[in-house]
């Protein structure tokens, strides 16, 4: 084993960074970057972003799937028959 284990990088918040005061749920390209393939919102932990902004954009999402500009979840799509349905 590895005698020196590098600490992991200190994500930052992206949104601080670039100084954004408004978090658009128009904007449904920057909201798709903060969720899962199912439609899910990411943690921070993941994605890096402060509280505020995690509040934020949690809102943005939630009045972004209100209009239907982005789904609430996406069928799941499986090779698995049920075959107890039948």
Sequence with gaps: MAEYVR??????????KDDVKLIDYKET????????????IKPRRVTGVCTQHQHALAMAIKR???????PY?????SGRVDRRSH
Excluded at 7 to 16: G, S, V
Excluded at 29 to 40: A, F, H, I, W
Excluded at 73 to 77: A, C, D, F, R, Y
């Design 7 to 16: 600490p992991p990088r200190r994500k930052y918040c992206q949104f601080c």
């Design 29 to 40: 390209q920057l909201l798709r970057k903060y969720m899962t393939d199912r439609g899910k």
């Design 64 to 70: 972004a799937r209100e209009m239907a500009l982005v």
């Design 73 to 77: 979840t996406v069928p799941v799509v």
